[in-house]
Nanobody
Framework: DVQLQAFGGGLVQAGGSLRLSCAAS????????TGWFRQAPGKEREGVSC????????YYADSVNGRFTISRDKYNNTVHLQMNSLKPEDTAVYYC?????????????????WGQGTEVTVSS
């Protein structure tokens, strides 16, 4: 069975850090780009970051660029999202996803597999 298990969320004060991880299994990890999305209450799911499987090129949303870092561990089929200088507006459920990106890594439709989400709450 395909699984993407995201973990590492929690409650943190503004300015703090969290590291999210996503463990993949049941598919060939190296064939897929992996990304992180987030969804705040009442808002649409938005692309946060993505890393390719081929050259590990990365994408970051403007809102997180310079604060978040995505990385891939191909030996353990895991993708991480290091989140620093967290802000209250980063509060959301964070989802990891895997897909073959053909056009735009920000699009939900580009991703085939999805994890269950991990909640991040940043207090002011």
């Amino acid at each position: 069975d395909v699984q993407l298990q995201a973990f590492g969320g929690g409650l943190v004060q503004a300015g703090g850090s969290l590291r999210l991880s996503c463990a993949a299994s049941g598919f060939t990890f190296d064939d897929y780009a992996t990304g992180w999305f987030r969804q705040a209450p009442g808002k649409e799911r938005e692309g946060v970051s993505c890393i390719s499987s081929s050259d590990e090129s990365t994408y970051y949303a403007d809102s997180v660029n310079g604060r978040f870092t995505i990385s891939r561990d191909k030996y353990n089929n895991t993708v991480h999202l290091q989140m620093n200088s967290l802000k209250p507006e980063d509060t959301a459920v964070y989802y990891c996803a895997a897909g073959v990106i053909r056009n735009d890594p920000r699009r939900v439709s580009e991703y085939k597999y999805w994890g269950q989400g991990t909640e991040v709450t940043v207090s002011s």
